[in-house]
């Protein structure tokens, strides 16, 4: 009988450990890197980084830059803060290969950015085989950052950031601002919410075009 029990115990202990093993099934894991939600963040050129008011080597020193890092910091600035957004359903991928800017660059005509602060598309073919190195389906594409000072009655100065969202067939399919105002030149890093707040815009309604 001892025999017996000592043997149920050891096929009761086997039977459990196989029911924790086999029985329950692993759990799906979700993957946010499909092409479809794969955006690649392209930075504005340093043609395209304007002030309506301000040279740039003033807006270099009050910002604490260097004026030959000023359009790579504000560039990068931004990019940065685009991509490490953690609450975003998507993947932005910031590019920063020299060659990909270049082409896609020339494939951008810029004649209609000055007034009516839009982009047209020149080579789409070029456009679909950037995204599809990078497996991705759309660009985000920051085509202008301004600096704009408004004086009476307003006395404030006010950062435009002018964005695209692309697709691999449609080409441009979405065009934006985004935009908030400040008293003066401030480092981007002290701004703070008010800055936080207009990339967050941008992101949504990246997703809304993107995901819709």
Known sequence: MKATSKFLVLALIISSLAE???????????TSDAGYN????????????VSNYYMNEQIAENS???????????????LNQLSEDS??????????????LNQFYNC????????????EIKDAMQIKNILNEYNA?????????????EGDPFNTLFHV???????EDNGKIYSGKAYFNIEKITPLDEIGKKYTKQVKKIIAQTEKTVLK
Request: charged share 25%.
């Open 38 to 49: 794969r955006v690649l963040v392209i930075g504005f050129e340093t043609t395209n980084f």
């Open 87 to 100: 609450e975003t359903a998507l993947v932005l991928i910031p590019v920063d290969n020299g060659k990909t």
């Open 64 to 78: 604490g830059l260097t004026i030959d890092s000023l359009e790579y910091f504000y560039n990068s600035y931004l």
């Open 20 to 30: 924790l093993t086999f029985g329950k099934e692993e759990p799906k894991k979700v």
């Open 161 to 167: 950031i002018n964005y695209s969202i692309l697709n």
């Open 137 to 149: 389906n759309h660009v985000l594409f920051i085509d202008k950052y301004e600096l704009n000072w």
């Open 108 to 119: 951008i005509d810029y004649s209609k950015t000055e007034k009516e602060g839009t982009i």
